[in-house]
């Protein structure tokens, strides 16, 4: 096999749930495309790459000038309600079922001594200043039902301490052991939210 063809399937292939043989296919028909699109995408991809980054409060990807993204700059989702999620596709997840109308905080993964994930790689260091300057009054866990979820979890608590005011709640019935949000329909997700448990 051509050796740039190869590099580029495995570099297709180190992206999340997808497999050599789908970064093949997705590969082949972009080469054999006779409509720019390869070249569309990867124009995209350096524009993307050169002007999106995280939000300097919540970690959400943003191409704001201020670095500041919009659910951040929104004065109507200051309700007192923080979501704490893994990573922005959950942010979408939940912002299609439209069952919470707060602000998010993104950790960027979860702790995990198999993957090497330790503290220091996630998004937490702001966590307190942001409940106290926000005036948050509820912290909501919406990480998967695993073991580095809820390992996660208690982390987070641990460093966000006891803040006046401030109560913990986690998804209830609906998320199944092992469950990630973007796997979970809008009915489902409903139900965890409004039936959520105080830790």
């Given at each position: 096999?051509?050796?740039?063809?190869?590099?580029?399937?495995?570099?297709?292939?180190?992206?999340?749930?997808?497999?050599?043989?789908a970064?093949?296919?997705?590969?082949?028909?972009?080469?054999?495309?006779?409509?720019?699109?390869?070249?569309?995408?990867?124009?995209?991809?350096?524009?993307?790459?050169?002007?999106?980054?995280?939000?300097?409060?919540?970690?959400?990807?943003?191409?704001?000038?201020?670095?500041?993204?919009?659910?951040?700059?929104?004065?109507?989702?200051?309700?007192?309600?923080?979501?704490?999620?893994r990573?922005?596709?959950?942010?979408?997840?939940?912002?299609?079922?439209?069952?919470?109308?707060?602000?998010?905080?993104?950790?960027?993964?979860?702790?995990?001594?198999?993957?090497?994930?330790?503290?220091?790689?996630?998004?937490?260091?702001?966590?307190?200043?942001?409940?106290?300057?926000?005036?948050?009054?509820?912290?909501?866990?919406?990480?998967p039902?695993?073991?580095?979820?809820?390992t996660?979890?208690?982390?987070?608590?641990?460093?966000?301490?006891?803040?006046?005011?401030?109560?913990?709640?986690?998804?209830?019935?609906?998320?199944?052991?092992?469950?990630?949000?973007?796997?979970?329909?809008?009915?489902?997700?409903?139900?965890?939210?409004?039936?959520?448990?105080?830790?």
């Open positions: 096999m051509n050796s740039k063809i190869e590099r580029l399937i495995k570099q297709f292939a180190k992206l999340p749930r997808l497999g050599s043989r970064a093949q296919r997705i590969v082949l028909a972009l080469l054999q495309d006779k409509t720019g699109r390869a070249e569309n995408l990867a124009n995209a991809l350096l524009d993307a790459s050169a002007t999106i980054g995280p939000c300097a409060v919540c970690g959400i990807l943003t191409d704001a000038d201020t670095h500041v993204c919009e659910f951040c700059r929104d004065a109507s989702r200051a309700n007192g309600q923080l979501c704490v999620v990573d922005l596709a959950d942010v979408w997840t939940l912002e299609k079922s439209a069952v919470f109308h707060g602000r998010y905080h993104i950790l960027g993964g979860l702790l995990s001594g198999a993957s090497g994930t330790m503290p220091d790689d996630l998004h937490i260091a702001n966590l307190p200043s942001r409940i106290t300057s926000e005036n948050i009054s509820e912290v909501i866990f919406a990480l039902n695993t073991i580095e979820g809820k996660t979890q208690h982390y987070v608590m641990s460093v966000i301490g006891d803040v006046s005011g401030v109560r913990f709640s986690e998804l209830a019935s609906g998320v199944p052991l092992g469950g990630d949000l973007d796997y979970l329909d809008d009915g489902t997700l409903t139900l965890a939210f409004g039936g959520r448990k105080e830790l």
